[in-house]
Structures are given as structure tokens and as C-alpha cells.
Nanobody
């Protein structure tokens, strides 16, 4: 199983970026994909997730209406479209895979944060004011 994050960069506040999480070695539709981020000096937090079996999505409150998560099952890739970026969005962004059940996405996020051990290098997002 391999996940590769890409698409990070440096933008000014109000700008946009599109992150990609490309997977291999899994049956993509059988998993949920989550986006997480870690700001300097802070713990990793969940940002958004999507169930690839049914398209269910979840967003943490701070990014609702600004970030959008979607998957292209044919490309085994999940995207995170980030708009109206703020300096507080700065951090390393990671993707992670987990069970597809998103009936309780906050629990899914919490479980991933506490138990997931396969984090990749992530992709850096820097937003300047």
C-alpha cells in the first residue's frame, strides 16, 4: 500500500491550492480517505474525509465552505481543493486510508489520529498574510 501526497506550495491569503493523494496497492473503492494537517508546534488534526464507496464527505468546521474533497476512482486519487486560504491553514498536509464506514466521521478521524501508523511525508502548504 502506498499513498503519495502532492500539490502543496506557498500562496498568499485568499489563494487556492489543490492537493492530490494518489494510492496504489488497494481496492480504492473499499476505503475512505482522510486529509489531515499538522501546523508547526501543534498536533496533527483532521481536515476532511471521503468514503470512496458512497462519496460521503466530512469537513472540520474551520474549513467548511472553503475546502472540498473528492475522489477519482478511475485514477485511485483523492483531491483536496482548498480555497480562500488563511495563514492558519499553514502546515504539512497528509492523507491516510481507513475503513469506509463514515457513519460517524468524527470518530473515524479520531481513530485515524490515534491508531494510523502509515503516514507519508506529506506536502507543505504555506499561506502568507
Amino acid at each position: 500500500v502506498q499513498l503519495v501526497e502532492s500539490g502543496g506550495g506557498s500562496v498568499q491569503a485568499g489563494g487556492s491550492l489543490r492537493l492530490s493523494c494518489t494510492t496504489s496497492g488497494i481496492i480504492f473503492e473499499e476505503y475512505a480517505i482522510g486529509w489531515f494537517r499538522q501546523a508547526p508546534g501543534k498536533e496533527r488534526e483532521g481536515v476532511a474525509c471521503i468514503g470512496n464507496n458512497d462519496g460521503t464527505t466530512y469537513y472540520t468546521d474551520s474549513v467548511k465552505g472553503r475546502f472540498f474533497v473528492g475522489s477519482d476512482n478511475a485514477k485511485n486519487t483523492t483531491y483536496l481543493e482548498m480555497n480562500s486560504l488563511r495563514p492558519e491553514d499553514t502546515g504539512v498536509y497528509y492523507c491516510g486510508i481507513g475503513p469506509p464506514a463514515l457513519s460517524d466521521p468524527e470518530f473515524w478521524i479520531a481513530t485515524m489520529l490515534s491508531e494510523y501508523d502509515y503516514w507519508g511525508p506529506g506536502t507543505q502548504v504555506s499561506v502568507s498574510s
